[in-house]
């Protein structure tokens, strides 16, 4: 048959590999590559395929709003994350994307998803489904293929014009040896380099081995995917484990003369689920000083609050608690983000205490307070003699004072970029190495890290780590500002009062005020406006008690959209937001001299301003602020107005300025 190509189809599910592939070309996705090996017969040569996405699909992809959160579906978790690593290179980066599969994943009352022809597969909660079709082959692997058949005129042909102009040209080669982030597993498995992996069935069917693995057992892969995990391993404690599909936690183990750790996850009793394996290098470690925990909680690293001392009537925040109590049983790492004043380290300890490590060292570190030339010091230790005047005996760095529990990193946004390298090294090896020193010291810590800045404009500055960011945003917690826990208002002013024994009562006008105020400082300040009303030796605290003027707080009421606009247009940048709050105070400047506020006189005040906004850029601040229905663009003399919530913008805009 010239210039023919006859093509089979097999499929891992329906049992159709068990006679074997006979074919002079094998084409097979990268999940399922190494099962495929032990079916060719013949001299048959094995190719994985690169996929791409159909430009209708990603056409889909596009068209939903800026920050909408998805489920990205697919039945194997390393093509959804293969898929979603694919979407944000080929630009839809407007996306929170989420990878999901049956077996493993939570939908957490996520309403959108989007999967490429596998609409079954979609958790019944999800409301909307964005189809964008079944991954399609790349033009790098059909350009293959025609070489190896000798086929390559065919490239020209109108079928192949019309091809191309169907998918998303995009040459995707995955970059891991292996990746798979189930969110109900407690690793997050992207330490490829110094870890061994290996994924199997409930049967104890391997179904994947990497390159680590095969160094540290001394056996290759070739030979022991689609075998019994139960032969790789003789110990008695990791065969029972495997046999009742238990945990294990970290067991150190002799292998070829090799001191090694295994950690057994299990994802759960379906004959669907994967479980996995993982293997080290046993290093030296902090575990191994007898009196290592004693001599940390000692000093004073302990965690002293718990979930209890959460006090909160509010969905919001109950949201937020019900999320961090149920990731407190995991070791991903947890990124709390919130205003300042809002209590993130409170829940911080509250996560430790309610994990299995709540008995061992809580190390708090504020990347804002120690000093830039001391931090490196603090966090990693030193060797005798690493520097001038270097402790005798060298010091030992809280990663290893926090071994076997958490650290905690306030102001991570503070932490300058040098020293965000070799955090992410903890957060991928699990190991440090002091300053001036050789070892590496393997160190089994938890990182959850708090902020009350923006990590995607840090990002965007060059002030903060891409790849950082995502490592430590594996659970994201957002604790609502003070001004959206109304509710919790009174009830925190109960706690405070009680706390330090005040006698006052506070009238119903004074706390519908309260209520009602901004609350730059959050808690924070409400517990220290409780203290100030305790001073006053009052025994009713009135409005006229109150320390902030009464009158200025309309200004502060905003409903639930007004606070949506104003958070989006915070989040757009410092010095675009600079430019946004340059044109409101000039269009309140100029109403109240009655001057007329067109584009080109709002465009010629710039200039005298030594703003230099030209008017074409001015036109198109004005259409995003008459988007956020903050201006009001009239046609004609009366030129651009100034609306309510623009008066507003002006005070919590400068607000948060200070805020960064």
């Known amino acids: ?44 040569r094995l190719i994985i395929a690169n996929l791409t996405i159909l430009r209708s699909g990603f056409r889909r992809i596009l068209s939903l709003p800026a920050h909408t959160k998805a489920l990205l579906v697919q039945a194997d978790m390393r ?103 189930p969110s109900n597993l407690n690793d997050v498995m992207m330490a490829y380099y110094k870890t061994g992996i290996i994924t199997f069935s409930p049967a104890g069917f391997i ?91 000692g000093r004073g690293y302990v965690a002293k609050y718990y979930f209890d001392d959460i006090i909160t009537m509010e969905e919001n925040m109950k949201k937020v608690k019900d999320i961090a109590a149920r990731s407190a049983v995991s070791d991903s790492s947890i990124l709390v983000t919130g205003e300042s004043g809002t209590g993130k380290e409170l829940l911080v300890q509250a996560i430790h205490n309610a994990s299995k490590r709540k008995d061992n060292p809580f190390v708090a570190v504020n990347c804002a307070a120690v000093p830039e030339n001391l931090i490196e010091s603090e966090l990693f230790g030193y060797d005798e003699g690493a520097f ?53 010291i393997s160190v089994d810590v938890r990182v959850i890290a708090a902020t009350n800045c923006n990590i995607p404009d840090l990002i965007n500055a060059g002030k903060f780590r891409r790849d950082l960011y995502y490592r430590l945003n594996v659970i994201p917690l957002r604790i609502p500002p003070l001004r959206e826990r109304v509710k919790d208002i009174p009830l925190l002013c109960e706690v405070f009062m009680k706390r330090i024994e005040a006698d006052y009562s506070i009238s119903d006008e004074a706390m519908s005020h ?90 010629e005040y710039s200039r005298q301003q030594q703003e230099k906004i030209s008017e074409i850029e001015m036109r198109k601040l004005l259409a995003d602020l008459e988007q956020y229905r903050m201006v009001k663009v009239c046609k004609g003399r009366k030129g651009t107005v100034l609306t309510e919530l623009g008066v507003k913008g002006i005070t919590i805009i400068k607000r948060s300025l200070k805020d960064r």
């Open 207 to 297: 179904l994947h081995y990497n390159h680590m693995a095969e160094k540290l057992l001394g056996q290759s892969g070739k030979l022991v995917v689609g075998g019994n995990i139960l032969n790789l391993f003789t110990q008695n404690s990791i065969q029972d484990a495997i046999k009742n599909m238990k945990p294990m936690v970290q067991k150190q183990i002799k292998i070829n003369g090799m001191d090694l750790l295994v950690k057994i996850v299990v994802a759960g009793s379906s004959t669907a689920q994967i479980q996995h394996l993982t293997i080290e290098k046993a290093y030296e470690s902090a575990v191994k000083l007898p009196s290592f925990k004693k001599y940390a909680i």
């Open 514 to 603: 309260l209520q009602q105020y901004y609350w730059e400082g959050n808690i924070r300040e409400l517990q220290n406006y409780i203290e100030y009303f305790h001073n006053l030796n009052k025994k009713i605290i009135d409005i006229a008690d109150l320390p902030f003027p009464v009158e200025t707080e309309k200004i502060n009421q905003l409903s639930k959209e007004e606070e949506e606009v104003l958070v989006e247009l915070r989040s757009c940048g410092e010095n675009k937001t600079l430019k946004y709050l340059f044109v409101l105070e000039t269009l309140k400047s100029l109403s109240a001299d009655h001057a007329q506020a067109g584009r080109r006189s709002l465009a």
């Open 388 to 440: 001038t005047g270097a402790r005798h005996g060298g010091k030992m760095g809280l990663f290893e004072l926090a071994h076997s529990g958490t650290v905690f990193l306030d102001e991570i946004g503070e932490m300058p970029v040098h020293l965000q390298a070799r955090l992410l090294r903890v957060l991928q090896e699990k190991e440090v190495t002091r300053i001036g020193g050789q070892k590496v």
């Open 1 to 44: 048959m010239q210039n023919k190509v006859l093509i089979e189809r097999y499929s891992v599910e329906e049992n159709s590999l068990e006679n074997g592939i006979d074919a002079d070309l094998i084409v097979s996705t990268a999940n399922i590559d190494k099962i495929v090996k032990k079916y060719i017969i013949g001299g048959g």
């Open 79 to 181: 093509e959804a994350m293969q898929c979603i690593d694919q979407i944000y290179q080929l630009g839809a980066k407007h996306l929170e994307l989420i990878p999901y599969s049956p077996c493993n994943g939570e939908a957490d009352d996520i309403e959108v998803a989007i999967s490429p022809g596998e609409n079954r597969n979609v958790p019944p909660s999800v409301k909307q489904i964005i189809n964008i079709g079944n991954r399609v082959l790349d033009i790098s692997t059909i350009m293959y293929i025609l070489i190896y058949f000798k086929l390559e005129d065919l490239f020209n042909t109108p079928v192949m014009r019309d091809y191309c102009d169907k998918i998303m040209l995009f040459n995707f080669t995955p970059g891991l040896d292996f990746i798979y982030v």
